[in-house]
T-cell receptor, first 114, second 114 residues
Framework: AQSVTQPDIHITVSEGASLELRCNYS??????LFWYVQSPGQGLQLLLKYFSGDTLVQGIKGFEAEFKRSQSSFNLRKPSVHWSDAAEYFCAVGPSGGYNKLIFGAGTRLAVHP | NAGVMQNPRHLVRRRGQEARLRCSPMKGHSHVYWYRQLPEEGLKFMVYLQKENIIDESGMPKERFSAEFPKEGPSILRIQQVVRGDSAAYFC????????????FGPGTRLLVL
């Protein structure tokens, strides 16, 4: 069955520190992979996506992610975290059923200390 | 170019009442997805619709829930005889195509059942 695992429920980092959020997936074919960010009480904003090609993907707000097929992972990274990055981050995989149905992980809540 | 619009943003219902959630996709998008987010959880797929057609409703409870996307007007997610367990955030997403197209999410409707 297709699934997404985000092992870290909560992560706290200091402002200016580097960040890596983990995402592992189970998928029967070449996946499309996404990272979304959700601020409190808001909808989801797409940070970046991987469909094919270069396995290192650049996104908005200084984020990047690397697709590693051998590890079934798509970890999100940022070299220097800003206080405004505090939010919940969701990894998602698709398509499913031949269209863009997304399967989401449970999310990682990021707190940033000044 | 307006994004995905959902209304109402917040909805309070008493047990047994009906909840009607609306979603207007981005201009030019004819594919709509509904997801539900329970407290402290990730998003779970409910239903995928194209104009006038339900393509996949495998994530939607068999009873009390229905969805439509008419030729004219917004997509509607309808919950009849709501129960406390229906309290959640309901997100709508739209895309321009079926595969390899980014889903853009609305701000969500937060339903509270008293």
């Amino acid at each position: 069955a297709q699934s997404v695992t985000q092992p870290d429920i909560h992560i706290t980092v200091s402002e200016g520190a580097s960040l890596e959020l983990r995402c592992n997936y189970s998928y029967g074919a070449t996946p499309y992979l996404f990272w979304y960010v959700q601020s409190p009480g808001q909808g989801l904003q797409l940070l970046l996506k991987y469909f094919s090609g270069d396995t290192l993907v650049q996104g908005i707000k200084g984020f990047e992610a690397e697709f590693k097929r051998s590890q079934s992972s798509f970890n999100l990274r940022k070299p220097s975290v800003h206080w405004s990055d505090a939010a919940e981050y969701f990894c998602a995989v698709g398509p499913s059923g031949g269209y863009n149905k997304l399967i989401f992980g449970a999310g990682t809540r990021l707190a940033v200390h000044p | 170019n307006a994004g995905v619009m959902q209304n109402p943003r917040h909805l309070v219902r008493r047990r047994g009442q009906e909840a009607r959630l609306r979603c207007s996709p981005m201009k030019g998008h004819s594919h709509v997805y509904w997801y539900r987010q329970l407290p402290e959880e990730g998003l779970k797929f409910m239903v995928y619709l194209q104009k006038e057609n339900i393509i996949d409703e495998s994530g939607m409870p068999k009873e009390r829930f229905s969805a439509e996307f008419p030729k004219e007007g917004p997509s509607i997610l309808r919950i009849q005889q709501v129960v406390r367990g229906d309290s959640a955030a309901y997100f709508c997403a739209s895309s321009a195509g079926q595969i390899q197209e980014t889903q853009y999410f609305g701000p969500g409707t937060r339903l509270l059942v008293l």
